[in-house]
């Protein structure tokens, strides 16, 4: 008997396992299965579940969606569901068009992205495998935003034509445009004249000079390249050139810039705040100035009102209504562009069918 239920309990554990591999498989199956349930069949094309939510962890990982709760996920999902539908509609389209998208044109985009993000290819494949995902998930994607682009300037695009008489009725609109131009230049004209001390300014400067015959190239170089990475000047002698009691450094502090030697004067009057020149060679020594900030006089800024109101009349003479006409035709084919862009995607969703499975 001891035999006999030694050779059963044998069976038995055999037959339980089988059982168990069999519900497992069962069950892997039914996953799989319900996974890539079609949701959606446009012509030949089918959208699955898994299609679904692999799309909706895309979007998840570069945060595009963030889903709280369940009216969230389902909002997400029929956004998503309507979303590859017109991938699948478009793929259909650009087929019978002949319009394609190279995987050139994908890899640009998307190095383009990397460049602007600051991170490498390797980074991305490894943030789109933690959550499950494939880069070509991504590449998919951009295609089909690539191939849609594309249809629009084919099909759509090219025929909008913008005539003189269209900018013509969007007169107030112009008028605007004309204004919020000339208020732009005048202020780039303000700040461009107010950048570089006039000679009735006063003007705060450092003077670094040497004698000719010890201001070789290292030297010079090691100053310059100190003062241009915004180093303290003392810093970088002292750093540099500890012992070199010949290399003379003064803080010159206020003066007039008319006040100043004839060469300063045409040499400062060039410069921006921070700037350090190029060395020049005055009464047998090589001198470098650094400016450190200047005060705007009276006279100067009537000056800098004279050359703003100049510049101002050039503009309304010369550009005005050229930049304000190029900029009505701009919005106006914007706004024709996105009412055809609908119309075009509503009339490719009524000429494929669609059917939603139950």
Known sequence: MAVFAKKTS?????????????????????VFAEQNSIM??????????????KRIALLAAFGEIHITNKEEKRMVEDFVIKDLIDEKIF????????????????T??????????????????????????????????IAKKLLWNKLLQNVVFKNIYISDQDIQENAAYKQWLMQRNIEVEKKAAMEEAANSPGPEDGVNFVEISMPIEKADKLVISRILQGAKDGEDLDVVIDKNFGEATWIKKKDVGWITVKDLNPTYVRII???????????????????????????????TAKMRRKIARQKLDELRLKQGHTLADEEVKKQLFGNIASTYAANYLSNLRGKYLIQFQE
């Open 10 to 30: 044998k069976k038995m554990q055999k037959f339980f396992f089988l059982l168990s591999l069999t519900l497992f498989l069962f069950q892997c199956k039914g």
């Open 40 to 53: 959606v069949k446009v012509g030949d094309n089918l959208v699955t579940l898994y299609d679904v939510e």
């Open 91 to 106: 793929s259909i389209e650009g087929d019978e068009r002949g319009v394609f998208v190279e995987e050139s044109e994908v």
């Open 108 to 141: 640009g985009t998307i190095t383009t992205l990397l460049a602007a993000n600051k991170i490498t290819k390797q980074n991305l494949v490894d943030m789109l495998e933690k959550r499950g995902l494939a880069y070509s998930d991504l590449e998919n994607r």
């Open 269 to 299: 009057t060039r410069m921006k705040r921070g700037d350090i020149t190029e060395p020049i060679q005055v009464d047998g020594d090589v001198v470098m100035l650094q400016l450190v900030d200047f005060r705007e006089s009276l006279t």
